[in-house]
């Protein structure tokens, strides 16, 4: 490869060993390398966001089966044409013993009949299909298909991992060779970019070394190459806890335009997007509570939204509740009748439930006194009847107010 090739391609890892975060696939003993140790290739999926080394993997897997490596991608290559290379490679395996392995890019973009096509060829062996996709095979694949594959899963790639691929990059001979610097600023801009994607990290990096006038790559030279500002922000550090609370005292506040401000500038910022989930979840029920009952659930929604679809499409349920939460009517009365409770619970001795209202399941405990005199709310108008439910110390005791 020569300098005019793409930072991203000239990095790609030539050794497993050389891929980062899929550890779970690759490491001693595991799934992937389990086979190529054991000389036995099956046909797989590899399920997994951008830039998270699927094409690596089934590329260095060719490599090691020394077989032949054809790659193709379902957003622009037609099912004949793939068909038709998968009956050469047919031919090639019976007149020379030689293996292919066909790499299909996006085969989630295959309709369910055009996946059938592959199912003589995986029956016979004739060819080791190594699939892609950024979508999950339960949904996007047919069954027939999904029956004679592994599927295995690949993870983003956590910020330390791009971190350490851009910091390589910047000193291999095969990427910038030591000509460029980064400050740690500038490197947590890139990483955080990215998203998890290598091949995003590396194209940023290596437009940034292009628009940059001297050796050390500035964090201006990066925005302006990305289009993006730097949020400075610290996820473990005071700004993270500044940012929630504003978040949570705008929105205590009833003030949407200023949570959804806040909202965005988490989010910008790299937040974890389930850890501002978990958060509007609590303000549904310390902060909003008995008032408006529906906001748990429009809570809950939006975690299992952002959980389900992930960013960037997930911001706008989180959008969505918090507009929502800063609109409805407030109240704290569950909060504080459960701190109450909570409190005396804890202070106070294991107090006896009252006889009248124990389950009584056995001839003995009725004997007892179990359940004895105990009215049935049913039996009364309107469901309901004078009796006493709280131990003998309690009786009386008020959490929650009118």
Same mark, same amino acid.
């Given at each position: 490869m020569t300098e005019k090739t793409p930072l991203a391609d000239r990095m790609r890892p030539e050794e497993f060993?050389?891929?980062?975060?899929?550890?779970?696939?690759?490491?001693?003993?595991?799934? $992937?390398? #389990?086979?190529?140790?054991?000389?036995?290739?099956?046909?797989? %999926?590899? !399920?997994?966001?951008?830039? *998270? @080394?699927?094409?690596? $993997?089934? #590329?260095?897997?060719?490599?090691?089966?020394?077989?032949?490596? %054809?790659? !193709?991608?379902?957003?622009? *290559? @037609?099912?004949?044409? $793939?068909?038709?290379?998968?009956?050469?490679?047919?031919?090639?395996?019976?007149?020379?013993r030689r293996e292919t392995i066909i790499f299909i890019d996006e085969i989630h973009r295959f309709n369910r009949a055009q996946q059938d096509a592959f199912l003589p060829y995986l029956e016979k062996g004739t060819i080791t299909l190594i699939g892609a996709t950024t979508e999950n095979p339960s949904f996007e694949l047919n069954s027939s298909l999904l029956s004679r594959v592994k599927v295995y899963m690949l993870y983003p790639l956590s910020l330390e991992d791009i971190k350490s691929i851009l910091q390589n990059a910047l000193v291999s001979n095969k990427g910038l060779t030591g000509k460029f610097h980064l400050d740690k600023e500038t490197l947590d801009f890139i990483a955080n970019i990215s998203d998890g994607d290598a091949r995003v990290a590396?194209?940023?990096?290596?437009?940034?070394?292009?628009?940059t006038k001297t050796a050390d790559i500035s964090l201006k030279t990066a925005e302006e190459?990305?289009?993006?500002?730097?949020?400075?922000?610290?996820?473990?550090?005071?700004?993270?806890?500044?940012?929630?609370?504003?978040?949570?005292?705008?929105?205590?506040?009833?003030?949407?335009?200023?949570?959804?401000?806040?909202?965005?500038?988490?989010?910008?910022?790299?937040?974890?997007?389930?850890?501002?989930?978990?958060?509007?979840?609590?303000?549904?029920?310390?902060?909003?509570?008995?008032?408006?009952?529906?906001?748990?659930?429009?809570?809950?929604?939006?975690?299992?939204?952002?959980?389900?679809?992930?960013?960037?499409?997930?911001?706008?349920?989180?959008?969505?509740?918090?507009?929502?939460?800063?609109?409805?009517?407030?109240?704290?009365?569950?909060?504080?009748?459960?701190?109450?409770?909570?409190?005396?619970?804890?202070?106070?001795?294991?107090?006896?439930?009252?006889l009248h209202i124990r389950n009584a399941p056995t001839g003995l405990m009725k004997k007892l006194g179990y359940g004895k005199g105990y009215k049935y709310p049913h039996d009364y108008p309107d469901v309901k009847v004078e009796q006493e439910y709280m131990p003998k110390r309690l009786r009386g005791k008020k959490y929650l107010k009118e």
């Open positions: 060993e050389e891929i980062l975060g899929q550890e779970h696939l690759l490491g001693s003993g595991r799934p $992937i390398q #389990r086979q190529v140790e054991e000389g036995r290739l099956f046909s797989m %999926v590899l !399920f997994g966001p951008p830039g *998270s @080394g699927k094409t690596t $993997i089934a #590329r260095l897997l060719a490599r090691r089966f020394a077989a032949d490596f %054809v790659s !193709f991608s379902a957003a622009t *290559s @037609g099912i004949v044409e $793939i068909k038709k290379f998968m009956e050469q490679a047919a031919k090639r395996k019976q007149l020379y590396l194209n940023a990096l290596e437009l940034s070394s292009l628009a190459v990305v289009q993006r500002k730097a949020l400075r922000y610290d996820k473990s550090g005071e700004e993270h806890y500044n940012l929630i609370s504003a978040l949570h005292k705008s929105l205590r506040g009833s003030n949407a335009d200023a949570a959804l401000y806040w909202l965005a500038r988490m989010l910008e910022a790299g937040e974890d997007p389930l850890y501002i989930a978990r958060r509007l979840v609590r303000f549904a029920v310390e902060d909003v509570g008995i008032a408006d009952a529906q906001a748990l659930v429009i809570a809950v929604a939006a975690k299992d939204a952002i959980d389900f679809i992930g960013r960037p499409e997930g911001d706008l349920a989180l959008a969505e509740c918090v507009a929502y939460l800063a609109r409805a009517p407030k109240s704290n009365k569950l909060y504080v009748a459960y701190e109450g409770a909570k409190r005396d619970a804890l202070k106070t001795q294991a107090e006896p439930v009252p």
